[in-house]
C-alpha cells in the first residue's frame, strides 16, 4: 500500500521543504529564494523564520544582504531538531500522564 | 564543540504518576500527547497505533485511512523499557533502509508509588548517514562558511532585537 509520509514539523510544508533544498545546494538570500519557489517575499521570510527557529537554517549579513544557508553542522542539526522534539513531546507526555492520574486519585 | 561528535540525544522528565500508567500512556496512548504538528502523514491524522510488543510496528493512520508506518517496536518490556527504531530518513520520509535507521530507548523507574523518571535516549543517529555528508558538503564552501558563523549570527540576533 502507499504510504504517504511527508515531513516532519519545520519540513512538513511543501514550500518550506523546498526552500530547505534550494539552501542544499547553495547559500541563498530571500530574493533569491523567491524567485525559485512560487510564493511571495514576504511568505519565504516566514518560512526562513519557522526553518531557523528549528535550527535547520542560519542567516548571515553579507554586505546588504542576509544570506541564508543550512546548518554547517549536519548531525547538529539534527541533534537540536531532536532534542527540542522530545523536550516537547515529554513535556506534553508528563501532563498526559499526570491528567489521567488525577483523574484516578479523585 | 564535544556536541557536534555525540550521536546521541537524552532527555529525562519526572511525572507524578506510577511507573505503570507512565508506560500504557507513552507507548499505547502515544496520540493523546504526540506534538500534533509532528506527524509524517500528510493527511489529517485520524489515530496513532502502538503494537505493544517486539516485532509491533508503529504507524500513524490518516483521516483518509492512509497509513505510515514510522517505526518498528524492538523491546517491549513493560512497565520499565521499551525501544523502538526511527524509521524516518533524513528526508524525512520513512527510511526503508533499516540500516540507516536510528533508536529511542525509553527506561521508566519508579521512585515513588506515584513519581516515575522517564529517560529517554534517541541514540545512533550518525547511521542516517550519508545525508549529512551531503549537507555538510553543500554548505562547506570554500572559503570556509562555517567559520564564525556561529558568533557572527550570534551578534546578528543581538543587532535585530529591538
Not at chain 2, 510488543?53 to 513493560?78: I, K, N, T
Request: hydrophobic fraction near 40%; charge should be negative; include cysteine.
Amino acid at each position: 500500500m502507499k504510504t504517504y509520509c511527508g515531513a516532519l514539523s519545520a519540513l512538513g510544508d511543501p514550500t518550506r521543504r523546498a526552500i530547505f533544498e534550494h539552501l542544499g545546494e547553495r547559500p541563498l538570500a530571500v530574493v533569491d529564494l523567491a524567485a525559485l519557489v512560487p510564493v511571495s517575499r514576504p511568505a519565504v521570510s516566514q518560512h526562513l523564520k519557522v526553518l531557523k527557529g528549528a535550527g535547520l537554517v542560519r542567516d548571515e549579513q553579507v554586505g546588504t544582504r542576509r544570506v541564508y544557508s543550512l546548518d554547517p553542522d549536519g548531525i547538529a542539526v539534527l541533534r537540536d531538531y531532536l532534542d527540542r522534539f522530545w523536550n516537547t513531546a515529554l513535556h506534553s507526555f508528563k501532563k498526559r500522564v499526570e491528567q489521567l492520574q488525577e483523574e484516578t486519585n479523585r | 564543540m564535544t556536541e557536534t561528535t555525540s550521536t546521541a540525544v537524552r532527555t529525562t522528565i519526572t511525572v507524578d504518576a506510577p511507573v505503570a500508567l507512565a508506560f500504557t500512556v507513552f507507548t499505547e496512548d502515544m496520540a493523546s500527547w504526540w506534538p500534533a504538528d509532528h506527524h509524517i502523514l500528510q493527511a489529517p491524522l485520524a489515530s496513532m497505533v502502538f503494537e505493544p510488543r517486539a516485532g509491533g510496528r508503529v504507524y500513524d493512520v490518516g483521516e483518509d485511512g492512509s497509513e505510515c508506518q514510522w517505526a518498528r517496536v524492538l523491546v517491549h518490556e513493560p512497565p520499565h523499557r521499551v525501544v523502538f527504531s526511527w524509521d524516518i530518513s533524513l528526508q524525512w520520509q520513512v527510511e526503508e533502509d533499516k540500516a540507516r535507521t536510528s533508536e529511542v530507548e525509553v527506561r521508566f523507574i519508579a521512585e515513588a508509588p506515584a513519581r516515575t523518571r522517564v529517560e529517554l535516549e534517541h541514540r545512533h543517529l550518525d547511521r542516517h548517514g550519508e545525508g549529512w555528508e551531503g549537507m555538510r558538503q553543500a554548505v562547506g564552501s570554500p572559503e570556509g562558511w562555517a567559520v564564525g558563523l556561529q558568533s557572527f549570527s550570534r551578534r546578528l540576533e543581538n543587532a535585530t532585537t529591538p
